[in-house]
């Protein structure tokens, strides 16, 4: 199979130059000369494998030309939107690295992938209650929901399904979630949740975008009025490798990405937010000048200049910063807070974030006329997308980078550290933006070592990772919690146009552990052994996931993405890399037990990337990272 899993777990699309419409431009590349490796990402297609690829040309016109050249050289040309300055492809090193030679060619690099962000009073919470009380509900706004599609039906939309697109990957081993199959659909039915390929054992995978819409604009939702638009952007990848054990999982690619939005830029109706609860890598700062940043900015801007804010994800790692592409100074970063007003003890933080909104135990929609209870960051999100739906509709021709301000400006700030520094990140109250309310009294949070992995322990199983009896070990310290008593809110009751029926438990989120164990490879072995060790496998399979995010040597170049793969590379000895493909496995599992510091480790992995390493340079690396330990 040619498709191969890329850095952040996410998925691919693979459109014909016939079926794509003519979107806004991509920004041309600056056609400057130079030499083909250069152009190339470091580590790309290393290990002999062929790779899915972004070629980025000088300018749209060059799709012809390039991709004879592409196809004289045997590289597979899986994507060509016409009025875009970028292809995908699919070629192994070498091929890659002689279709750099052309000139009409500035960079190529893997097409990068995004998941969902995993999946109380809310609504109360943040004061949505009293806006629509006032009668401000969205309406004659429109909220554009960029994820797993919707349940195009659910009663708790009201027939205010305003929109609809599909753009899906297609290969081998990646299937289409567009209805009619194919890789791209736009029109009634093109964002359909309940289709056959969205089903798996029973299971229902495209389940999430229905909840965050229901969040966002359902009847019982921040905006009950608002239009909304959904846009299908992820398509069904069934490997075990790649869906860490699962044998299918979902995962958006960034091509996928890049077509949807430049889509939305292209629709006339009046929208108030693109809602992006998905992430990728992590960033401890600003990514704009990022290659990776500078690729979604433009899209963002040129969202923003037509009067369209893009809310995105901050993750749910508990880290002190946040996921792509959520770190792109110009988007609207948001994190999770609980029912108690306190940081949810797994979402993202610092001063990259600019919102926090409720994200622990939210019932919404979700497909075949049902209700369940979710948390995460992808949770949050839709709050504050809704909560710019009802500004923007009581005050349609204040720019929206204004009514982000006042949301800002009006939110319950929320004082803590990150980064070592203090920071203050304020929690929504749409309520006390549209009524004009000062400045409220802030809430300081408690300092906090992390989550624990699953918000519900179960004693007789474990639900978190234990500590191992190493003399330097640290112990958990307890959950989060507000040192200022919250102002209590009204108890209102909020109408909704559905009988909700039982919500089952929420799922745990998947995040970084709190135990901080320095552990050796071999201890880390024995963890991964089949029932050897103390830690369930769910949290070293979320381990797992959380490393394919922050590395970029896991999984795409070992695939040691399940537990059986894992312990073979902690086990490999046998040559140079194979040393310090083990260090630096080891480090990243210290890392998602609880242990900070990646800088290490991040030099480590340019050695390993690198082609040309020389055997005394691999050694130098495993030798960094095992000190690191």
Same mark, same amino acid.
């Given at each position: 199979?040619?498709?191969?899993?890329?850095?952040?777990?996410?998925?691919?699309?693979?459109?014909?130059?016939?079926?794509? =419409?003519?979107?806004?431009?991509?920004?041309?590349?600056?056609?400057?000369?130079?030499?083909?490796?250069?152009?190339?990402?470091?580590?790309?297609?290393?290990?002999?494998?062929?790779?899915?690829?972004?070629?980025?040309?000088?300018?749209?016109?060059?799709?012809? #030309?390039?991709?004879?050249?592409?196809?004289?050289?045997?590289?597979?040309?899986?994507?060509?939107?016409?009025?875009?300055?970028?292809?995908?492809?699919?070629?192994?090193?070498?091929?890659?690295?002689?279709?750099?030679?052309?000139?009409?060619?500035?960079?190529?690099?893997?097409?990068?992938?995004?998941?969902?962000?995993?999946?109380?009073?809310?609504?109360?919470?943040?004061?949505?209650?009293?806006?629509?009380?006032?009668?401000?509900?969205?309406?004659?706004?429109?909220?554009?929901?960029?994820?797993?599609?919707?349940?195009?039906?659910?009663? @708790?939309?009201?027939?205010?399904?305003?929109?609809?697109?599909?753009?899906?990957?297609?290969?081998?081993?990646?299937?289409?979630?567009?209805?009619?199959?194919?890789?791209?659909?736009?029109?009634?039915?093109?964002?359909?949740?309940?289709?056959?390929?969205?089903?798996?054992?029973?299971?229902?995978?495209?389940?999430?975008?229905?909840?965050?819409?229901?969040?966002?604009?359902?009847?019982?939702?921040?905006?009950?009025?608002?239009?909304?638009?959904?846009?299908?952007?992820?398509?069904?990848?069934?490997?075990?490798?790649?869906?860490?054990?699962?044998?299918?999982?979902?995962?958006?690619?960034?091509?996928?990405?890049?077509?949807?939005?430049? @889509?939305?830029? %292209?629709?006339?109706?009046?929208?108030?937010?693109?809602?992006?609860?998905?992430?990728?890598?992590?960033?401890? %700062?600003?990514?704009?000048?990022?290659?990776?940043? /500078?690729?979604?900015?433009?899209?963002?801007?040129?969202?923003?200049?037509?009067?369209? /804010?893009?809310?995105?994800?901050?993750?749910?790692?508990?880290?002190?910063?946040?996921? @792509?592409?959520?770190?792109?100074?110009?988007?609207?970063?948001?994190?999770?807070?609980?029912?108690?007003?306190?940081?949810?003890?797994?979402?993202?933080?610092?001063?990259?974030?600019?919102?926090?909104? #409720?994200?622990?135990?939210?019932?919404?929609?979700?497909?075949?006329?049902?209700?369940? %209870?979710?948390?995460?960051?992808?949770?949050?999100?839709?709050?504050?997308?809704?909560?710019?739906?009802?500004?923007?509709? /009581?005050?349609?021709?204040?720019?929206?980078?204004?009514?982000?301000?006042?949301?800002?400006?009006?939110?319950?700030? @929320?004082?803590?550290?990150?980064?070592?520094?203090?920071?203050?990140?304020?929690?929504?109250?749409?309520?006390?933006?549209?009524?004009?309310?000062?400045?409220?009294?802030?809430?300081?949070?408690?300092?906090?070592?992390?989550?624990?992995?699953?918000?519900?322990?179960?004693?007789?199983?474990?639900?978190? =990772?234990?500590?191992? #009896?190493?003399?330097?070990?640290?112990?958990?310290?307890?959950? =989060?919690?507000?040192?200022?008593?919250?102002?209590?809110?009204?108890?209102?009751?909020? %109408?909704?146009?559905?009988?909700?029926?039982?919500?089952?438990?929420a799922a745990a989120v998947c995040t970084r552990g709190t135990a901080g164990a320095r552990m050796t490879a071999g201890k880390w072995a024995v963890e991964i052994h089949r029932s050897s060790g103390t830690i369930p496998d769910t949290t070293l399979n979320c381990y797992l996931k959380l490393i394919g995010k922050a590395s970029k040597v896991f999984p795409e170049l070992t695939k040691a993405s399940s537990l059986g793969k894992a312990y073979r590379v902690?086990?490999?000895?046998?040559?140079?890399?194979?040393?310090?493909?083990?260090?630096?496995?080891?480090?990243?599992?210290?890392?998602?037990?609880?242990?900070?510091?990646?800088?290490?480790?991040?030099?480590?992995?340019?050695?390993?990337?690198?082609?040309? /390493?020389?055997?005394?340079?691999?050694?130098?690396?495993?030798?960094?990272?095992?000190?690191?330990?």
């Open positions: 199979m040619r498709f191969r899993p890329l850095i952040v777990c996410s998925i691919v699309l693979a459109l014909s130059s016939a079926s794509v =419409p003519a979107f806004a431009d991509d920004p041309a590349a600056t056609p400057t000369p130079a030499p083909s490796q250069s152009k190339l990402e470091e580590g790309l297609a290393l290990d002999g494998d062929t790779t899915r690829a972004i070629v980025e040309l000088t300018d749209a016109a060059q799709h012809e #030309p390039v991709a004879g050249v592409a196809a004289a050289q045997s590289v597979d040309v899986l994507l060509q939107p016409q009025s875009q300055s970028f292809m995908v492809v699919e070629g192994t090193a070498e091929e890659l690295a002689k279709l750099a030679e052309d000139p009409r060619v500035t960079s190529i690099h893997r097409d990068r992938t995004y998941a969902p962000a995993e999946v109380g009073s809310n609504i109360t919470q943040i004061g949505a209650d009293k806006a629509h009380e006032k009668n401000f509900t969205g309406a004659g706004q429109n909220i554009v929901v960029l994820d797993t599609g919707i349940d195009r039906d659910h009663p @708790y939309f009201g027939g205010r399904l305003a929109g609809e697109a599909c753009f899906s990957a297609v290969e081998s081993g990646v299937e289409s979630l567009c209805p009619n199959g194919q890789p791209q659909q736009t029109g009634e039915g093109a964002a359909d949740a309940t289709t056959a390929k969205c089903l798996s054992g029973g299971v229902n995978l495209c389940e999430h975008g229905t909840h965050v819409a229901g969040i966002a604009a359902g009847s019982g939702g921040v905006a009950p009025g608002a239009g909304i638009i959904a846009v299908q952007v992820f398509s069904r990848v069934n490997d075990e490798d790649i869906c860490t054990g699962e044998s299918s999982c979902l995962l958006a690619f960034e091509s996928s990405l890049r077509l949807a939005m430049d @889509y939305v830029a %292209t629709l006339t109706q009046p929208i108030a937010a693109v809602n992006l609860s998905l992430g990728g890598a992590l960033s401890e %700062t600003d990514c704009d000048a990022t290659e990776e940043g /500078a690729v979604f900015k433009p899209k963002i801007d040129a969202l923003l200049a037509k009067g369209i /804010a893009t809310v995105v994800a901050a993750g749910n790692e508990f880290f002190e910063g946040a996921s @792509y592409p959520a770190c792109v100074s110009s988007a609207v970063a948001v994190g999770a807070n609980d029912g108690a007003d306190a940081i949810a003890d797994f979402s993202n933080r610092g001063s990259l974030v600019d919102f926090f909104a #409720p994200g622990v135990d939210i019932q919404s929609s979700v497909p075949d006329n049902q209700m369940a %209870t979710h948390s995460g960051t992808s949770m949050a999100t839709p709050h504050v997308a809704g909560a710019l739906a009802l500004m923007k509709a /009581a005050a349609p021709q204040t720019p929206v980078a204004d009514l982000i301000n006042t949301l800002k400006t009006t939110g319950r700030p @929320y004082q803590y550290e990150a980064n070592g520094a203090q920071v203050t990140t304020p929690r929504l109250d749409v309520g006390a933006a549209l009524a004009g309310t000062g400045t409220q009294p802030p809430i300081t949070q408690a300092p906090t070592t992390g989550p624990t992995a699953d918000p519900e322990p179960d004693p007789t199983d474990g639900s978190g =990772p234990t500590p191992q #009896p190493d003399p330097d070990d640290g112990q958990p310290a307890p959950a =989060p919690t507000s040192s200022v008593t919250p102002v209590p809110l009204p108890t209102v009751t909020v %109408t909704v146009t559905v009988t909700p029926t039982p919500a089952p438990s902690l086990k490999g000895t046998k040559t140079s890399r194979d040393k310090l493909d083990s260090a630096l496995l080891t480090a990243w599992l210290n890392w998602a037990h609880g242990r900070n510091g990646t800088t290490v480790l991040t030099a480590a992995e340019k050695v390993r990337l690198s082609g040309a /390493a020389s055997k005394a340079a691999l050694k130098k690396a495993t030798r960094n990272v095992l000190k690191s330990l």
